[in-house]
């Protein structure tokens, strides 16, 4: 296989994420729950907002954010009372499997940055483990919008792991805003 298929595998093995639902919305009783990229595209968006507002690279962030996830096309979205059941094996080492075949610069790039992610140490790791919560705590605000009463005990486990000021001063804004407000002028 060429370095080009084996790209070309993993960009159809990200699709997936488009149709893989995130598990802990179903257990807080959301019907139709988000998928993982849909997530994963906001982290990114939220990564890369959090990055300016704390002097982090954003397009890094932004990077970090959108390939935390990529492991769950082989191990699934695994909820984090399920975590206490199952064990897999760590998601750098999925992730070696998922480009071992992609040229070396795109898999050193999509490694790397898995890595970065994982291991938690730079400031724009620190981030984007923030915008991923983040965009959790957005994401329970509009389903509670939206009419699901079980989302509190995820937004208060939220709030209390945020790290960074900036993601606790929007998860603030987030709880006290209007998820549709935007449309108005």
């Known amino acids: 296989m060429s ?3 084996g790209a070309m595998r993993f960009i159809f093995e990200t699709g ?5 639902k995130r598990t802990g919305w179903w257990i807080a ?26 002097g982090a690279d954003p397009n890094r962030v932004a990077l ?3 390939l935390h996830d990529t492991q769950e096309t082989r191990v699934g979205d695994i909820p984090h009372i399920g975590r206490r059941y199952v064990t897999t094996v760590p998601n750098e080492r999925v992730t070696a499997d998922q480009v071992a075949h992609c040229p070396p610069a795109v898999a050193a790039m999509v490694q790397d ?17 923030d915008a991923d919560k983040l965009e959790c705590l957005v994401q329970a605000v509009e389903y509670r919008s939206s009419g699901n009463a079980n989302i509190q005990p995820w937004i208060d486990s939220t709030l209390a792991s945020l790290k960074t000021a900036s993601a606790q001063q929007l998860a603030q804004a987030a709880l006290d805003g209007d998820p549709i407000g935007w449309r108005n002028p």
């Open 29 to 54: 009783g959301v019907p139709e729950p988000e998928s993982i990229a849909d997530h994963s595209f906001r982290v990114g968006v939220v990564g890369a907002i959090l990055a300016a507002m704390e």
């Open 3 to 5: 370095g080009v298929e």
């Open 113 to 129: 940055a898995v890595d970065e992610y994982e291991k938690g140490e730079t400031v724009e790791a620190l981030v984007a483990h």
């Open 16 to 20: 997936m994420l488009k149709r893989a």
């Open 64 to 66: 970090l954010g959108l």
